[in-house]
């Protein structure tokens, strides 16, 4: 565990590849105690803090219910009713929960929101999403790979839809990990430049192969993986109609998954639109692993908060 304690976690590209390693195996550990009935506890007396600009189940539930079974509590603020929703700034609020919790998760609009409130706290900061990246729905996400490859090393994984803040963290934790990314996406919803531009840096080192094209159907050719999210994010809500027709082509349905290799696995953040970027047959099918992703969301933000907290 050394070398994690007091950390944030705002994204994966502050983490080592032997780091995100060892967070994947203690979520396995974690996982496998839960399992096996066998309570862990390294958290007794510890508090975290949950603010939330935005709405959530899986985030709100998992790091609430991990917190308990680590032996921790939670206390869930929603900026509603917090005076940070009354224009209190970032840097005040930071100082004086430092005084009161062990550990801070934030889920809100921009990430320099994030990174403000991590330089004014003097505890752990995680984000649990912003507008530019999702790293614990990612570390959920590349333990999944795990239990179902064994390796993550050589993986395709295709991202098809928007390239949003899952497409920014998926591409940086695919960089870090040494898997083959494609994310398709139409020309103008391509994901961020810098972001891509970082994932391919790191790419460099660690043998992984990102790369972006606006072709959904040849993206898949050889897909291991085929990941796919809403194509309007929370705080978008008005542009859902026209996003509608701009993403018509980048549907998951059982065709695109026919252009794939034929024991591919079909993965999603949740919550989904059935019909928009994911048809009913390809979520609830037998590729679909949608709900064992959603369930390591716990046992991966586990393995970290026990990493930065203990
Ligand atoms: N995947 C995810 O973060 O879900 P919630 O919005 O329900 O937290
Ligand atoms: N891209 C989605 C992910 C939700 C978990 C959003 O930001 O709303």
Request: aromatic content about 8%; glycine content about 8%.
């Amino acid at each position: 565990n050394d070398g994690f304690f007091g950390r944030d976690l705002l994204s994966l590209e502050d983490y080592t590849p032997d780091e995100i390693n060892y967070l994947l195996e203690l979520a396995y550990y974690i996982k496998e105690q839960r399992k096996k009935g066998i309570a862990f506890e390294p958290l007794k007396g510890k508090i975290l803090g949950m603010i939330f600009e935005k709405s959530s189940t899986r985030t709100r539930v998992s790091f609430e219910a991990g917190m308990m079974q680590l032996g921790g509590q939670a206390i869930f603020l929603s900026s509603r009713d917090i005076q940070l929703g009354r224009g209190e700034t970032i840097a005040d609020t930071a100082r004086v929960l430092s005084g009161y919790l062990d550990g801070i998760m934030i889920r809100t609009f921009s990430h320099d929101s994030v990174e403000e409130l991590a330089k004014y706290a003097s505890i752990p900061v995680i984000n649990g999403l912003t507008d530019l990246h999702h790293p614990c729905q990612v570390l959920a996400d590349l333990q999944t790979i795990l239990e179902i490859k064994g390796t993550l090393k050589g993986q395709k994984l295709v991202y098809i839809g928007d390239g949003n803040n899952m497409a920014h963290s998926l591409m940086i934790g695919a960089a870090k990990t040494g898997m083959e990314m494609v994310v398709a996406a139409p020309e103008k919803y391509l994901p961020d430049e810098k972001v891509t531009n970082k994932a391919q840096d790191i790419a460099k080192e660690t043998g992984a192969i990102i790369s972006v094209t606006t072709d959904a159907a040849e993206a898949v050719q050889n897909a291991d993986f085929i990941y796919t999210d809403v194509w309007a994010s929370m705080g978008q809500e008005e542009e859902q109609e026209v996003r509608k027709a701009i993403f018509a082509e980048y549907q998951v349905n059982d065709e695109l998954l026919a252009k794939a290799k034929s024991d591919v696995t079909f993965l999603h953040c949740l919550p989904a639109h059935r019909g928009e970027e994911v048809t009913e047959s390809v979520l609830e099918g037998k590729h679909s692993v949608v709900f064992q992703q959603a369930e390591n969301r716990l046992h991966a933000q586990k393995a970290l908060l026990t990493a930065l907290m203990s």
